[in-house]
């Protein structure tokens, strides 16, 4: 999937699959990870200069890059965009 990093946030955001943009491969499936855990079940709605998001937060190993140049980094907290 590609990403953009905001390095003027505090949270990672990442596209839920079921979104009109997140459709697949743009977004992420939660049910396809065996690894990926709900934080709660608090809804969270953040508001941003270009606009509003809103969704709950999980915990998931992510993998950047590919092949031997790969960064995994485990256990990361993200708040999946479900509106």
Known sequence: MRVVFDTGSTNAWI???KTD???????FE????STCKKCSDE????????????GHFYRDDV?????????????????????
């Open 30 to 33: 939660i049910p396809k990870s």
């Open 43 to 54: 809804w969270v709605d953040m508001s941003f200069g270009s606009g509003k998001l809103g």
């Open 15 to 17: 596209l839920n699959y």
């Open 21 to 27: 943009v997140g459709k697949p491969p743009n977004g």
């Open 63 to 83: 993998r950047l890059g590919e092949g031997d140049n790969q960064i995994l980094v485990k256990d990361q907290s993200f708040g999946n965009v479900e509106k």
